[in-house]
């Protein structure tokens, strides 16, 4: 083994070697383009007259005619007198052929120095070569920006994801698939406000850094105003300002904006997102149904040209009626609990015992449902369905129903198993709001750090009057997860929240490991960690003899999937290879100590030959190994996490 480490560290010495030669190399070409009066970087502009995909579409009008357009080098045959070349542009690629007589002999010499990366304009006459590509002949090729760094030559899978993502725009330039998700997450953007400016809506903007952030359910991130000396949050919703609007006589508002929630990150949660919200008075939530539906389809039909779309191998049909079930009704269709029938805390809390449902001493019988709910219902919720009538103690700034209090006028629109609106008849009582924000503070005084405040101006707006509301917040970033058939929420943001690696893009610096193709100007110090304080469990302390020992089967697992619980602030859920070729999932309480995205891709230990335990509705399917630390009297949890090369399914003695 020692010896194998020392044959790829000497191979890493040697790509470190390569790499850098050729990157000096390109400053040499630099230089001497400088010294001759050609620095591309002094050019300002070139004259692009079309670009690679207007030429491949319309093939029969362009052929013969002189072009030009500008793109990347990304791959460059040369053969003698006469060359090929790959250029990419927004739209695509396109291969020119650059001959030496075409373009003149010192022209030629310089095409010749060019590098894969480097940025040029090219003229010529649309041709197709005798294989039957479309081709540019090249009459002139300009040099118009150097590029010092070397491409990677691959950029797909699991190793290179986290790289994808900090460095998008060697993503976009590499990858055609993520170019388009983007491309097409704009078109998505501009549908959307084509539909409701055509529903007479007026599009706001409305303040990011508050004193009071409410509207949702969540944690806020805080801020300190230094000019004004006073503390301040980044909005976590648009709710209540876009309600001010309706009290002020705007009758149809709406926002896409970013809002800023401090909680965790998993495939379907970034800390900043894109919220849509829109207002309509005189509607309710039925009105709210209708225009989800209209929005949807119309959004789906002009973006990709159908209402059928097709989300991880799973067709979902937006063109036929989408199905409105309550929330008491799909628990007892999911479930078989009939909620109905269950009048008191204490038979609430007996049907969540009977059935695993974990659950708080401040949760009330509505709180409870809606467990029930969220683990076994949401799941099954895969086309589109619009679940009605929730309980009210999870709904604060909602209107009861007339006819039974106790649950409020309120939907949540979910496809693919997943939230993707959320909408009410908005409260416009102020009397009631002032209630519902005092339960609200009662709950943040238990705990409950995702409780709103109780903001006086709102209820002073109330007060001057706000007419019958239907209000929705749309998630703007899982809607273009399904339109483009997007994996994960960092694969639709062009800029996801990444972990800060040590000592790199703490002051925006590149990551080695991350590009590939930085150069180590300095060795970075190994971190420290006192292993005196690491504790190890003593074998026979709690009398296990070696033969109930010697029976758990260790082993080592690859982790595919991280994600975070939902309603459990401690539990990460990880989907495991671990050598059979079936997903194993285990749960572990380490949310405290590791964010999910930063352990996909590691290799653990694991006991595979343990029976399944229910957590919080899940069977968990064996134990992650953790090494408990100590640190000033507390305990903390490091996940043992092994050598990559050690393959899934390792058993260990």
């Known amino acids: 083994m020692k010896g194998e480490g020392n044959v790829a560290e000497q191979q890493k010495k040697v790509q470190e070697q390569?790499?850098?030669q050729l990157r000096k190399v390109r400053r040499e070409k630099l230089a001497d383009l400088q010294a001759n009066g050609k620095n591309p970087f002094e050019i300002t502009k070139y004259n692009v007259t079309c670009?690679?995909?207007?030429?491949?579409?319309?093939?029969?009008?362009?052929?013969?005619?002189?072009v030009a357009l500008a793109g990347r080098i990304m791959q460059k045959r040369v053969m003698g007198k006469a060359s090929f070349c790959n250029i990419l542009d927004q739209s695509g690629n396109i291969q020119s052929y650059v001959a030496r007589d075409s373009i003149g002999e010192d022209s030629y010499k310089d095409f010749k120095k060019m590098d894969i990366g480097d940025i040029i304009g090219l003229e010529g006459e649309v041709f197709k070569t005798k294989t039957g590509e479309i081709s540019i002949h090249a009459s002139a090729v300009t040099l118009l920006s150097k590029s010092l760094q070397i491409l990677p030559e691959k950029f797909h899978g699991l190793t290179n994801t986290d790289m994808r993502y900090r460095q998008r725009y060697v993503d976009l330039i590499m990858n055609t698939e993520a170019r388009d998700t983007f491309i097409k997450r704009s078109k998505i953007l501009s549908s959307i406000r084509r539909y409701l400016d055509g529903q007479g809506f007026l599009e706001v903007e409305t303040p990011m850094l508050v004193s009071n952030a409410g509207g949702a359910a969540a944690r806020p991130f805080e801020t300190h105003f230094n000019a004004l000396g006073e503390d301040f949050k980044l909005r976590i919703s648009l709710e209540l300002y876009l309600k001010r609007l309706i009290v002020g006589g705007l009758e149809r508002v709406y926002e896409i904006g970013?809002?800023?929630?401090?909680?965790?990150?998993?495939?379907?949660?970034?800390?900043?997102?894109?919220l849509m919200e829109l207002y309509q008075a005189y509607t309710d939530y039925n009105g709210m149904?209708?225009?989800?539906?209209?929005?949807?389809r119309h959004v789906a039909q002009e973006v990709l040209g159908t209402t059928t779309i097709t989300y991880n191998g799973v067709e979902m049909d937006l063109g036929k009626p989408f199905e409105r079930i309550t929330m008491v009704d799909a628990v007892k269709k999911y479930v078989g609990v009939d909620w109905?029938?269950?009048?008191?805390?204490?038979?609430?809390?007996?049907?969540?015992?009977?059935?695993?449902?974990?659950?708080?001493?401040?949760?009330?019988?509505?709180?409870?449902?809606?467990?029930?709910?969220?683990?076994?219902?949401?799941?099954?919720?895969?086309?589109?369905?619009f679940v009605m009538d929730h309980p009210i103690e999870i709904s604060p700034l909602t209107k009861k129903k007339p006819e039974n209090p106790e649950y409020v006028e309120r939907f949540e629109f979910f496809m693919n198993g997943w939230e993707m609106a959320n909408a009410y008849s908005e409260l416009n009582d102020p009397i009631d709001q002032r209630e519902r924000f005092k339960d609200q503070e009662e709950q943040l005084a238990q705990g409950n750090e995702e409780a709103n405040t109780t903001d006086e101006d709102f209820l002073n707006a109330l007060e001057i009057g706000m007419p019958p509301t239907g209000g929705i917040g749309f998630g703007i970033d899982r809607m273009c997860m399904l339109l483009t058939d997007s994996a994960a929420i960092r694969d639709v943001l062009l800029f996801p929240t990444m972990k800060s690696l040590d000592g790199v893009n703490k002051k925006n610096d590149v990551n080695n490991q991350a590009s590939e193709t930085a150069e180590k100007n300095v060795e970075a110090a190994p971190e420290k960690i006192d292993f005196s304080k690491v504790k190890i469990e003593p074998l026979f302390e709690e009398a296990v003899d070696f033969d109930t020992f010697s029976k758990s089967d260790f082993r080592a697992v690859k982790v595919k999937e991280c994600v975070a619980v939902p309603k459990s602030k401690k539990l990460l859920q990880f989907t495991l290879d671990d050598g059979t070729g079936e997903d194993r999932t285990i749960l572990s309480g380490i949310h405290e100590y590791y964010e999910p995205e930063e352990l996909v891709g590691k290799t653990c230990i694991a006991i595979v030959n343990l029976p399944p335990r229910k957590m919080m509705g899940i069977d968990s399917c064996g134990m992650l190994i953790s090494a408990v630390h100590e640190e000033d009297g507390r305990e903390g949890l490091n996940l043992l996490m092994v050598d990559d090369r050690i393959p899934a399914g390792a058993k260990l003695y």
């Open 51 to 66: 670009h690679a995909m207007d030429i491949k579409e319309n093939y029969e009008e362009m052929e013969g005619k002189h």
């Open 289 to 296: 149904m209708d225009l989800t539906e209209n929005l949807y």
């Open 340 to 385: 109905n029938e269950i009048t008191t805390l204490e038979e609430a809390r007996k049907a969540a015992d009977e059935h695993h449902v974990e659950y708080e001493e401040r949760h009330k019988k509505g709180d409870i449902l809606n467990l029930f709910f969220e683990e076994f219902v949401e799941e099954h919720l895969i086309q589109p369905t």
């Open 258 to 274: 970013r809002v800023f929630r401090n909680e965790g990150l998993d495939t379907r949660h970034n800390p900043e997102f894109t």
């Open 18 to 20: 390569d790499v850098n």
